[in-house]
């Protein structure tokens, strides 16, 4: 989703239109990695989920780790960086990994809305820095190329290509890398078969130099297996990408997206190797009361059948969908129940579990 420009909601059914919001107005960017910090030497880490499993794989419908088990990583996605790098610090990601036991971390590097296309090397570097904090700390690094708007991955086939070819250059050694390239595909011209041209150009680009890393590939209609326009999961799953180790994402938010989004995403991973890398448990804006109910029934179903989660998002915008209550990325006290508000003490239950 992503939360970005202010809009009136278009309709009910492009739903995942919680990423038609604005930050608040305080949401600005107070600090930058510098370039080349990302190169620092550094300890490898004694624990941690990525130190456990190691070089993930796809297996049948599942990810696997380096030993051929089963697994299901949760975890949290940022914020989009360009507004709220103040929320991805040391003391946050220390709480992160430590005091939450999270598995992963995704990186939600916007392309638009002021993000990577304003300044390439910036947020690339911001990018190559989150990837190290997150390896030092045990955690997989999920590097999210946060298309949106627009919602065709293919205008940003080359910017792609460019990003992801330094990103997997760099990084090609480290066995905690995954590459969800094309967060959120939306609009009705936008059907899969746009989609998979798209990942077919550029995840040849990505193993080209990062051979054995898991991509994950975004759905049609906001990462909704096509639902959100009236359609079903079969369109994906009757033409599949055939190029093998990777993933499809879902994303859902439990106060709006009822038991037809549940039911496609049970059917949907009975068929399909899938990653659940965005999901809230409010309405489909990231805002209003949370829907812990529906929310759990998504997360009973993704722990029976494995399926990996990340929650949307580590920060203090003042949203409901925000863990971290307004203001508490100025300070560095992040561990605890405290600094959470209701949703985010409610998900920082289901990590630690």
Request: hydrophobic share 35%; charged share 20%; proline share 4%.
């Amino acid at each position: 989703m992503g939360r970005h420009t202010l809009r009136t909601l278009v309709s009910a059914t492009a739903v995942f239109a919680g990423a038609l919001l604005a930050p608040s107005a305080s949401a600005v960017e107070t600090s930058v990695p510098s370039e080349g910090s990302s190169t620092a030497p550094m300890l490898a880490p004694a624990s941690g989920a990525a130190v456990a499993n190691g070089q993930l794989r796809v297996c049948g419908t599942k990810l696997c780790n380096s030993s051929g088990q089963q697994i299901q990583l949760r975890g949290m996605s940022t914020h989009g960086i360009q507004w709220y790098s103040q929320c991805v610090k040391p003391a946050s990601l220390d709480a992160l990994a430590n005091d939450w036991g999270a598995d992963v971390l995704r990186i939600s590097m916007y392309i638009q809305e002021g993000g990577y296309e304003t300044n390439p090397r910036k947020f690339t570097d911001m990018v190559h820095n989150y990837i190290e904090e997150a390896t030092k700390r045990g955690m997989y690094a999920l590097v999210d190329w946060h298309m949106l708007t627009p919602g065709d991955p293919n205008y940003n086939l080359a910017r792609a290509k460019t990003f992801f070819t330094e990103i997997a250059e760099r990084h090609k050694n480290k066995t905690n890398i995954l590459y969800e390239i094309a967060n959120e595909p939306n609009g009705n011209s936008v059907t899969w078969s746009r989609i998979k041209s798209y990942a077919e150009q550029l995840i040849p680009v990505i193993r080209a130099k990062d051979s054995d890393a898991v991509v994950l590939v975004g759905t049609p209609a906001w990462s909704s297996f096509g639902v959100s326009y009236g359609k079903n999961e079969s369109e994906v799953a009757n033409n599949p990408l055939t190029l093998g180790n990777l993933m499809y994402t879902f994303h859902f938010y439990a106060a709006s997206h009822d038991d037809e989004y549940l039911n496609t995403l049970s059917r949907a991973a009975d068929k399909l190797p899938v990653f659940v890398t965005e999901f809230g448990t409010q309405n489909s804006a990231g805002e209003g009361a949370n829907d812990f109910a529906r929310s759990q029934r998504y997360l009973d179903l993704m722990a029976q059948k494995k399926i990996s989660w990340i929650n949307w998002n580590f920060s203090d915008d003042h949203r409901s969908g925000a863990v971290f209550k307004t203001g508490t990325c100025a300070g560095n006290t992040f561990a605890g129940t405290g600094v959470l508000k209701e949703a985010g003490r409610w998900i920082r239950d289901r990590v630690r579990g």
